[in-house]
């Protein structure tokens, strides 16, 4: 049996919402099998699951319920949260099949900084008005994957409604993507708070040239056994 620690990241500020993350901790040990690991995350349903290689050098892996990937965004910072709990104090750098990725904290919860190169390439689309994507029941057109659907709630202010469609990789609708947030700040070329979902809250905000940065608040739940 495995024991899978579950999260919520990018909450809203009362701790609710959020995107549920699995964090599997001693992965080098406990489920070294690719398949065993891709078995688990298709179980568990999340967006993804995350795989704890290494808590000194801050390593891990990252599943969907269908395929591995190098990066992304809600499990980076779930996993920079956990390892923050695991050492007693926030880790400077979390080592993902992506690349590294600089982590830190402050009023507004747990930042990482990465490469937009190690995203996956995300279709933005404005929509004129807010309740037009509380009213998506789906991407705009048949077939259309890796979308984000937005408009501004305040553009002034820099807060956008957005909603999330990755079927491709198992997600058909993602309550808080932490990548496609990245993306969209470095187009936009501005900082953003994202409400997300059903009411998940993401802050982003470009990052040197060729990155961008994400962060939010996480809580924990009950830890699941598969």
């Not at 808590?55 to 990937?69: F, G, N, V």
């Not at 993401?202 to 739940?221: F, L, N, Q, S």
């Amino acid at each position: 049996m495995v024991t899978v620690r579950v999260v919520r990241v990018f909450t809203d500020q009362a701790g609710n919402h959020g995107n549920p993350l699995g964090v599997v901790e001693d992965a080098a040990t406990t489920v070294p099998d690719p398949a065993h690991r891709q078995e688990i995350a298709a179980r568990l349903g999340y967006s993804e699951t995350v795989f704890i290689d290494d808590t000194a050098t801050s390593t891990i892996s990252i599943y969907t319920p269908r395929t591995k990937i190098p990066f992304a965004g809600h499990p980076a910072v779930g996993a920079a949260w956990f390892l923050g709990r695991i050492h007693g104090t926030p880790q400077d750098v979390l080592r993902t099949e992506g690349g590294d990725a600089r982590t830190w904290t402050d009023d507004n919860g747990v930042w990482v900084r990465a490469a937009l190169a190690s995203t996956p390439p995300w279709w933005h689309e404005r929509l004129d008005d807010p309740k037009q994507v509380d009213d998506l029941t789906g991407p705009l057109h048949p077939g259309q994957d890796f979308t984000q659907l937005w408009a501004w709630e305040d553009e002034d202010a820099g807060t956008i409604r957005v909603r999330t469609f990755a079927d491709r990789v198992g997600i058909p609708e993602d309550e808080a993507c932490g990548s496609g947030a990245m993306r969209l700040t470095a187009a936009l070329g501005r900082p953003l708070t994202l409400h997300h979902g059903k009411g998940s809250i993401i802050h982003a905000r470009p990052g040197p040239p060729g990155h961008a940065d994400i962060g939010g608040t996480v809580t924990e739940d009950e830890p699941r056994t598969l």
